[in-house]
């Protein structure tokens, strides 16, 4: 089945500078990836998601990018605010089964002032 | 407003006692899941539900049951059977039975053994 590995486990950045969290999935049937923010005692959100057919996803401060060749997509978050502190997961959708996501394990991001 | 209730928000388990989740939403969604989620581990399926009086066992169900009589509800019992249960449990909807869909997660309940 499906496996996402996502990396770093922690990330501290100071307030205005970029952030990047990296996973890897091993299902190449997999075309879906979403990404979750989490703020403390609270259930994830919907942050960006992007599709195997498009490279490069932006909203905003946010983007994400998809390497289908070597399996791995990152989240990118420009002039980080202290607002963006918080947990976040990264998750891989296989095509066939049950829609179910593989989540990565999560990166707890902070924003120093 | 509309979303996902989990209840309680704190659950304490004694040894041998069946404890169960509650998971409504009034967001009309067909498909509900159950996640498990320890610290580093990320979120584990324990259950999953696709249509009313339909669900099938994700990654970790050994120890949990579920049922799925209303389309709004969709309740998680921890059994005695679940020797590890300490975890915050996320119970999701998603709007369609179909691929690639967004989540919808409620807030949460962390269940602790006493």
């Known amino acids: 089945g499906e496996n996402v590995e996502q990396h770093p486990s922690t990330l501290s950045v100071q307030e205005g500078d970029s952030a990047v969290i990296k996973c890897t999935y091993s299902?190449?049937?997999?075309?879906?990836f979403p990404w979750y923010k989490q703020e403390l005692g609270k259930g994830p959100q919907l942050i960006i998601d992007?599709?195997?057919?498009?490279g490069e996803k932006k909203d905003q401060r946010i983007a994400v990018t998809l390497n289908k060749t070597a399996k791995h997509f990152s989240l990118h978050i420009t002039e980080t605010q202290p607002e963006d502190s918080a947990v976040y997961f990264c998750?891989?959708?296989?095509?066939?089964?049950?829609?179910?996501?593989?989540f990565g394990q999560g990166t707890r991001l902070t924003i120093n002032p | 407003d509309g979303g996902i209730t989990q209840s309680p928000k704190y659950l304490f388990r004694k040894e041998g006692q069946n404890v169960t989740l509650s998971c409504e939403q009034n967001?009309?969604?067909?498909?509900m899941y159950w996640y498990r989620q320890d610290p580093g581990q990320g979120l584990r399926l324990i259950y999953y539900?696709?249509?009313?009086?339909?669900?099938q066992k994700g990654d970790i169900a050994e120890g949990y049951s579920v049922s799925r009589e209303k389309k709004e509800s969709f309740p998680l019992t921890v059994t005695s059977a679940q020797k590890n249960p300490t975890a915050f449990y996320l119970c999701?909807?998603?709007?369609?039975?179909?691929?690639?869909?967004?989540?919808?997660f409620g807030s949460g309940t962390q269940l602790s053994v006493l």
């Open positions: 999701a909807s998603r709007p369609v039975v179909g691929l690639n869909e967004k989540l919808f």
């Open positions: 299902d190449s049937a997999s075309n879906y």
């Open positions: 992007i599709r195997s057919n498009v």
């Open positions: 998750a891989a959708s296989p095509i066939q089964g049950a829609q179910k996501l593989v």
């Open positions: 967001l009309n969604h067909d498909a």
């Open positions: 539900s696709q249509i009313v009086n339909d669900f």
